[in-house]
């Protein structure tokens, strides 16, 4: 069965500090890697891997993708208490379904 | 972020009641979907609409019957739910090439059912 496993399941930090989220897969077919941002209610859109070792990078906030090891980090660096969310990550195979991840809640303490 | 829309954005029904989401979203895409999000469990998904056809149906109970009457409208009707149906529910959509696309979500409906 397709699974996506993140860890940790929540993080508490201070701003400023760096931070690292993890994503393992085991998804049939694998082909893409997306990254989400939930802050109240919509999901949001941060990246879409499909290459490995290839990093995206927005602003403070990078990830990239292992296919070998099966997994991705999400970065943040000098985080603000607007990072405070919960960062989804979703494995995608051969269809256009998507499996998640339970997420990771951050909070980024002022 | 206006792109997918969902109304209502709350609420409450009784386990006899009858009703209705209603999903719209105005970015042209040909896929829609339908998730339930309940606390400490990850997105699930529940069904999925590629060029208005129903593809996916994740073994969700008769009680939830979708509906997609053109590419850009998706409902979810609701009957006899259960209190363990509550959840947020999200609607998204996306431009499918056949492979996993980048979804984009509406607010989601908080549905509470005593």
């Known amino acids: 069965e397709d699974k996506v496993v993140q860890s940790p399941l929540s993080l508490v930090v201070h701003e400023g500090d760096t931070v690292t989220l993890n994503c393992s897969y085991e998804v049939t077919n694998f082909r893409s890697l997306l990254w989400y941002k939930q802050e109240k209610k919509a999901p949001t859109f941060l990246f879409m891997l499909?290459?490995?070792?290839i990093e995206k990078k927005s602003g403070r906030l990078s990830s990239i993708l292992d296919k070998k090891e099966l997994f991705s980090i999400l970065n943040i660096t000098a985080t603000q208490t607007g990072d405070s969310a919960v960062y989804l990550c979703?494995?995608?195979?051969?269809?256009?379904?998507?499996?998640f991840g339970t997420g990771t809640l951050l909070a980024v303490q002022p | 972020e206006t792109g997918v829309t969902q109304t209502p954005r709350h609420l409450v029904m009784g386990m006899t009641n009858k009703k209705s989401l209603k999903c719209e979203q105005h970015?042209?895409?040909?896929?829609m979907y339908w998730y339930k999000q309940s606390a400490k469990k990850p997105l699930e998904l529940m069904f999925v609409y590629n060029f208005k056809e129903q593809t996916e149906n994740n073994s969700v109970p008769s009680r939830f019957s979708p509906e997609c009457p053109n590419s850009s409208h998706l409902f979810l009707h609701l009957h006899t739910l259960q209190p363990e149906d509550s959840a947020l529910y999200l609607c998204?959509?996306?431009?499918?090439?056949?492979?996993?696309?980048?979804?984009?979500f509406g607010p989601g409906t908080r549905l509470t059912v005593l």
């Open positions: 979703a494995g995608g195979g051969a269809t256009n379904k998507l499996i």
């Open positions: 499909t290459s490995s070792g």
């Open positions: 998204a959509s996306s431009q499918t090439s056949g492979g996993p696309d980048t979804q984009y």
């Open positions: 970015l042209g895409h040909n896929a």
